[in-house]
């Protein structure tokens, strides 16, 4: 079945970077694009960057474009994301899941805090 | 404040059904498809719509879901209480290029 597992959640302060990554097994994961979504505490969804199957293309939210960016590693199944320029706005879960305009499967996050 | 707009809350008794819905714009809704997602408490979310109106296998046939113009909603028929939940609209916006979600609705059954 499919599983995407994420890690690399921590505390940080601000200003500091971090990097996500997403383990992806269960499918053909070079087959698929790959998006990161996070939600901060008690609030909605937020899309946050998308990569596509082969990373030719990639989308980011103006929320984090320019501080985040996508990768991924298809040799590895791994999806990642680079985080810099960490604020308390970007405390959140970051959940993987598989899609690009939607999401059919998601992981079960990781958690975030920025914090001083 | 979301691009899509959800109303906060809604609420039924089991074996009511309800709906939720999602108001968009002509650069998402209008011009592309809906998905919605169910987020159990603790949970992550789950997809429950896609392409406005298709379920994923498992999703019950309870849950449907429509789009007319700029906007859409998801029906819920024979509310059970396992569906106390979080449910969020979703699209592409052509204009953003960007995927939105909607606030999301809490539906409370009563």
């Known amino acids: 079945q499919v599983q995407l597992v994420e890690s690399g959640g921590d505390w940080v302060k601000p200003g500091g970077s971090l990097r996500l990554s997403c383990a992806a097994s269960g499918f053909t994961f070079s087959h698929y694009h790959m998006s990161w979504i996070r939600q901060a505490p008690g609030k909605g969804l937020e899309w946050l960057s998308y990569i596509t199957y082969s990373s030719g293309v990639i989308y980011y939210a103006d929320s984090v474009r320019g501080r985040f960016t996508i990768s991924r590693d298809n040799a590895k199944n791994s999806l990642y994301l680079q985080m810099n320029s960490l604020t308390a706005a970007d405390t959140a879960v970051y959940y993987c899941?598989?899609?690009?305009?939607?999401?059919?499967?998601w992981g079960q996050g990781t958690l975030v805090t920025v914090s001083s | 404040q979301s691009v899509l707009t959800q109303p906060p809350s809604a609420s039924g008794t089991p074996g009511q059904r309800v709906t939720v819905s999602c108001s968009g714009s002509?650069?998402?809704?209008?011009?592309?498809?809906v998905y919605w997602y169910q987020q159990l408490p603790g949970a992550a979310p789950r997809l429950l719509i896609y392409k406005n109106h298709q379920r994923p296998s498992g999703v019950p046939d309870r849950f449907s879901g429509s789009k007319s113009g700029t906007s859409a909603s998801l029906a819920i028929s024979g509310l059970r209480s396992e569906d106390e939940a979080e449910y969020y609209c979703?699209?592409?916006?052509?204009?953003?290029?960007?995927?939105?979600f909607g606030g999301g609705t809490k539906l409370t059954v009563l």
């Open positions: 979703a699209a592409w916006d052509d204009r953003l290029s960007a995927v939105i």
């Open positions: 899941a598989r899609g690009s305009d939607y999401f059919d499967n």
């Open positions: 002509s650069s998402n809704i209008g011009s592309d498809f």
